[in-house]
């Protein structure tokens, strides 16, 4: 078993769509989760860090932690063409020295 | 601010030959990573230095993969002799300390292929 699953997709929404991107994790261990987009031939950039559990909004994004279920997601809302990207989620907290495990990545596609 | 650098972009090489690839951090930044990113897949952390001394080097293959970050600066990831299954993306991420709250930055990877 994996230690961080993620549906890998392929996602296609309309434009306009609220899109929902979700992981789910085995390592109770785990406190700093964060969602990374990675656009095609790029590395991947941060988008959101969530200490522990709870909500956090930023923009058009919300990141969601739910420490109990060990499950967590990444809302757009208004999802725009330029939105289209593979969305990574990532865990780290074991050792405490920042060793990010990442889930597989899913690929989402917004159509104009 | 500059970004992560690393370079080649692409590489193509045969199987038993050797590949070095080079990652220079964005400036200020002690601790640097190497990922590698298998198509379809999440990067995979391969080694993690702060400054010029290895933190985590347990995923990397020693048999066939070292790295070397001299001088606290610039990083290079060697691979030798390469395999079929070494075919990815290696990506350089850099952070301003190791811990949880910095960010990490990557840099745009490098694409080997084995052939």
């Known amino acids: 078993q994996k230690e961080v699953e993620q549906d890998p997709g392929p996602l296609s929404v309309p434009e306009g769509a609220i899109v929902s991107l979700n992981c789910t994790y085995s390592n109770s261990a785990f406190q700093y989760f964060m969602w990374y987009r990675q656009y095609s031939r790029k590395g991947p950039e941060l988008l959101m860090y969530?200490?522990?559990?709870g909500n956090k909004e930023d923009g058009r994004f919300t990141a969601q932690v739910d420490k109990s279920s060990k499950y967590i997601s990444l809302f757009i809302r208004d999802s725009q063409p330029s939105d289209s990207a593979t969305y990574l989620c990532?865990?780290?907290?074991?050792?405490?020295?920042?060793?990010?495990?990442f889930g597989q990545g899913t690929r989402l596609t917004i159509n104009p | 601010e500059a970004g992560v650098a690393q370079s080649p972009r692409y590489k193509i090489i045969e199987k038993r030959q050797s590949v070095a690839f080079w990652c220079n951090p964005i400036?200020?930044?002690?601790?640097l990573y190497w990922y590698q990113q298998i198509l379809g897949q999440g990067p995979k952390l391969l080694i993690q230095?702060?400054?010029?001394?290895?933190?985590?080097d347990s995923q990397l293959p020693k048999d066939r993969f070292s790295a070397e970050r001299l001088k606290g600066v610039d990083s290079t990831l060697k691979i030798q002799p390469a395999k079929l299954e070494d075919s990815a993306v290696y990506l350089c991420?850099?952070?301003?300390?190791?811990?949880?709250?910095?960010?990490?930055?990557f840099g745009p990877g490098t694409r080997l292929t084995v052939l």
């Open positions: 230095f702060q400054n010029n001394g290895v933190v985590d």
């Open positions: 400036s200020g930044h002690a601790t």
């Open positions: 969530t200490y522990s559990s």
């Open positions: 990532a865990m780290s907290g074991v050792q405490g020295a920042q060793k990010l495990v």
């Open positions: 991420a850099s952070s301003f300390s190791w811990r949880e709250v910095d960010t990490q930055y």
